[in-house]
């Protein structure tokens, strides 16, 4: 997880939701099952189902609706369990959120529950801030993404991608080695500058590990980044969709989920590939759960978690191109809808993905702050 000074959502993890929309009665129910139609699956505890619906309402905070696909989310629970959302503060931080379940300790309109990133999972955890709870599918989220007493727990996450403009690049780099090709001269670039943008941060790091560096050790990274600028293929701009499109920076280093809405949103005009480097294991970000020690509508907290980790929930998250927690046990079981598959980088490319924890990240981005400018020379 990339840890930044603001946590501003909308420079980490702010999602199309272009591919959404339809209801669960359409888009989600049913789904493809191998070669058989069947619904994905929701939760079924009838007790908790009725103590939520008896408390009637939830206070979320932090979820922009056209982020990871929460404006869904958030209407289809209200729509199954006739439960009030309140949403509060959408475009509220990480620790916005944290300072929330605080001042507002005691009060019927406290947070109920937290989407914030694992730093700010951590610092809730240290300061006695969350309760536990073990969704019915905790076995399948990955252990490096959950707390093992179930103070907290993932829920969705990215991986840097290369996005490419085809209408420009002809043959589409496969690997960080091939960024280093002559064909690709002033065209490879970042989101932003890594001493600052997450997604920027998680490149160079991306770019590390497929060049003999870890978790532990980010200048690998710097250095790559070093030797292409020194070949004059790292373009310095700081990319964005817009020049993505126009060609002026044809190959982004990028979230995936970002460069898959690109692709989607620009379908029939410019054709963009999402190409998740083979010559390391992806490196990515993720978003956490927790209920509040101090949730005024527990139950109602309770159910919100149990549907978000569900077969439901999670497409409900992968519809918005972010990646859910459980998505390989969902492959492995094949409930995933093919059509939805086909928008997607293949699956293999998600087996193996690895997270940076708090020192890490602190570490490197000590290394950024102390090489990045003296030895990137663009």
């Known amino acids: 997880m990339t840890v930044r000074s603001t946590d501003s959502r909308r420079n980490f993890l702010k999602l199309s939701a272009g591919a959404a929309g339809a209801s669960l009665g359409s888009a989600l129910l049913p789904g493809l099952v191998g070669n058989a139609l069947a619904a994905p699956a929701m939760p079924t505890d009838k007790a908790l189902i009725a103590a939520a619906k008896a408390e009637g309402k939830l206070n979320v905070i932090a979820l922009p609706p056209d982020w990871a696909n929460y404006g869904k989310m958030i209407a289809e629970f209200s729509k199954l369990y006739g439960i009030k959302v309140n949403s509060a503060s959408p475009d509220a931080s990480s620790a916005q959120e944290l300072q929330a379940i605080k ?96 997604a920027a941060f998680a490149g160079v790091f991306a770019a590390s590990l497929a060049n003999g560096g870890s978790l532990d050790n980010m200048l690998p990274g710097v250095e790559f980044f070093a030797k292409l600028a020194k070949a004059g293929n790292f373009n310095p701009s700081d990319a964005t969709s817009a ?108 087996k193996e993905v690895v997270f940076a924890d708090k020192a890490q990240t602190e570490k490197a981005q000590g290394v950024l702050k102390s090489d990045w400018a003296k030895m990137v020379k663009v």
């Open 103 to 198: 001042s507002l300790k005691g009060q019927s309109r406290g947070p109920d529950v937290v989407d914030v990133g694992p730093a700010f999972a951590l610092a809730g955890v240290e300061e006695g801030l969350f309760q536990p709870y073990k969704v019915s599918t905790w076995a399948s989220i990955p252990d490096n993404m959950k707390d093992a007493s179930g103070l907290w727990w993932g829920d969705y996450f990215g991986v840097v991608s290369f996005g490419v403009n085809r209408n420009v690049v002809k043959n589409p780099p496969k690997s960080w080695a091939d960024l280093l090709k002559p064909e690709y001269k002033g065209m490879v670039a970042l989101n932003g500058s890594p001493l600052g943008a997450g």
């Open 243 to 350: 020049s993505l499109v126009s060609g002026q920076t044809p190959i982004v280093v990028n979230w995936d989920y970002l460069n898959i809405a690109q692709a989607k949103k620009e379908a029939g005009k410019v054709k963009i590939d999402t190409v998740i480097p083979a010559d390391a294991k992806p490196y990515g970000g993720y978003y956490c759960q927790a209920i509040s020690k101090f949730a005024p509508n527990v139950k109602a907290a309770q159910l919100w978690e149990e549907f978000l980790m569900s077969d439901a929930g999670q497409l409900i998250y992968l519809e918005g191109f972010a990646h859910p927690a459980r998505f390989n046990d969902m492959v492995a079981r094949g409930v995933i809808p093919r059509k939805l598959m086909a928008e997607l980088p293949p699956a293999e490319a998600y």
